[in-house]
């Protein structure tokens, strides 16, 4: 039987989602959690790969297991025995075939800044004292949506058969002291959104033009793009599926 896991956590204390030999992971810390608790090995398969220190407020693994198991009791050892920076909310069994990273229909991100310094936020956002031009940033943000080549924002080693995204909402909003950048896209490449918001991030100090940044998605060229933001901002926060 095959069982999906919904999950959030903390990504501070991770070396990102993927299992490193010499690094502590969210995925190895939930394959030992579930192998001793069920008596059996186990591997979660991710619904993606947060990196190093990027938190996620909703992500999704699946695994297999022979015996059928009470959900409500598992779901509560679970959050027992792990460490309090990740949370089980629910375990929903599903057909076979069901896999939480190719069935995956759209991935939401978020990426946080923080205006004012606030030592309460420091590993949970990216503090930004710069003044930004948040209209012309988000008018830049909906230039993304006429594209699907985002080669330029990808991580230049990496192994994919395309660079095509299909970007479906891509905005910034600011509340009091807090800007959010909220972008959902049918996949992303390798550090993407942090890649897109470094660029903005440009377009917001009047360092490169909304010309400029047209440029920058036509060359297909990591080096015209901006700088990567720092992980800690950024979070998945939300995950869809035409059967949950």
Not at 25 to 42: A, R
Not at 165 to 194: D, G, H, P
Request: hydrophobic residues 40%; contains cysteine; glycine residues 4%.
């Amino acid at each position: 039987m095959r069982y999906f896991i919904h999950l959030a956590y903390n990504g501070t204390h991770y070396h990102g989602w993927q299992f490193q030999p010499n690094a502590s992971s969210v995925q190895e810390t939930l394959n030992k959690s579930l192998s001793v608790l069920l008596n059996s090995e186990i591997n979660v398969m991710g619904a993606g790969r947060t990196d190093t220190g990027v938190h996620a407020e909703e992500m999704y693994g699946h695994f297999d297991l022979e015996k059928s198991i009470d959900i409500p009791v598992l779901v509560h050892k679970l959050n027992s025995y792990l460490p309090k920076d990740i949370a089980v909310y629910n375990l929903i069994q599903v057909h076979d075939d069901a896999h939480c990273r190719f069935d995956a229909v759209k991935r939401t991100y978020e990426y946080h800044i923080n205006t004012i310094k606030n030592p309460f936020l420091e590993e949970l956002s990216w503090y930004v004292n710069q003044k930004l031009d948040i209209d012309l940033m988000n008018e830049a943000a909906k230039i993304l949506l006429k594209h699907t080549d985002f080669q330029c924002f990808s991580k230049v080693n990496t192994d994919v058969n395309t660079f095509d995204c299909t970007i479906f909402e891509a905005y910034w909003k600011q509340e009091n002291n807090k800007l959010v950048f909220t972008i959902s896209a049918n996949r992303f490449l390798r550090n993407m959104v942090r890649a897109i918001v470094g660029t903005l991030i440009n377009i917001g100090l009047h360092k490169i033009t909304l010309a400029d940044f047209e440029d920058i998605i036509a060359s297909k060229n990591r080096e015209k793009a901006g700088f990567s933001v720092p992980a800690h901002g950024l979070y998945l926060t939300k995950i869809y599926y035409d059967y949950l």
